[in-house]
């Protein structure tokens, strides 16, 4: 069975520029989640997709991050204008049966 | 106090060693426990799901203390391959609310 899909897996960019992320969940998992990771600490939830409803995104900062998950399979986050402190590995993850999640790969974002 | 609590090690252990990690949770409330696995620049990778009677997977056993809020893991018979970060991660209340992770725990086994 093919895992949680991320690409890509690395992004450098300067600062005040747009980045996005994409993600396609497991197959048949209808719920998504985004967390961001920072170094030597664990991942933090972002947002969370039940289908194409999301049902907790208080942890996204709007002013510059959004998400979608258009047709409740594939989930795209942007951040637009990227800061240096959104420098961090951002995960995506998936889960059929409730809370037990599993991961993608990530996508490692250095802002410069 | 933070919702989840690790001791963030690292754990220098030998081979062959037994070791026990715990994780502290602050919600009464939360019902759902688990604990994963993270490689070095890889992503967290489910290890196991931890039950109120305590479960067992060959070498690694997890446990919940629901009186003193805490959930551990140990591991027999460590291996080199065991070594990695150990993130315990706790639902925030009622079933299908957020996972909460720990920072993790570094375990190093050495030959």
């Known amino acids: 069975e093919a895992g949680v899909v991320q690409s890509p897996r690395y992004k450098i960019i300067e600062k005040k520029q747009p980045v996005a992320f994409w993600c396609n969940p497991i197959s048949g998992h209808n719920t998504l989640y985004w967390y961001r990771q920072n170094l030597g600490q664990g991942p933090e939830l972002l947002i969370r997709y039940e289908n194409e409803e999301a049902v907790d995104d208080s942890q996204l900062p709007k002013d510059r991050f959004s998400a979608e998950r258009l047709k409740g399979v594939d989930s795209t986050l942007k951040i637009q204008p990227a800061e240096l402190g959104d420098s961090a590995v951002y995960l995506c993850a998936s889960s059929l049966i409730v809370d037990e999640q599993f991961f993608g790969p990530g996508t490692r974002l250095t802002v410069l | 106090r933070k919702e989840v609590e690790q001791d963030p090690g690292p754990f220098n252990v030998p081979e062959g060693a037994t070791v026990a990690f715990n994780c502290t949770y602050s919600n009464s409330a939360s019902q759902s426990f688990f604990w994963y696995r993270q490689d070095c620049r890889k992503e967290p990778k489910l290890l196991m799901s931890v039950y109120s009677s305590g479960n067992e997977d060959g070498r690694f056993t997890a446990q919940l203390n629901r009186a003193s809020q805490y959930i551990s893991l140990l591991i027999r018979d460590s291996k080199l391959s065991d070594s990695a970060t150990y993130l315990c991660?706790?639902?925030?209340?009622?079933?299908?609310?957020?996972?909460?992770f720990g920072k993790g725990t570094r375990l190093s086994v050495i030959a």
């Open positions: 991660a706790v639902n925030r209340a009622a079933r299908n609310t957020p996972l909460v």
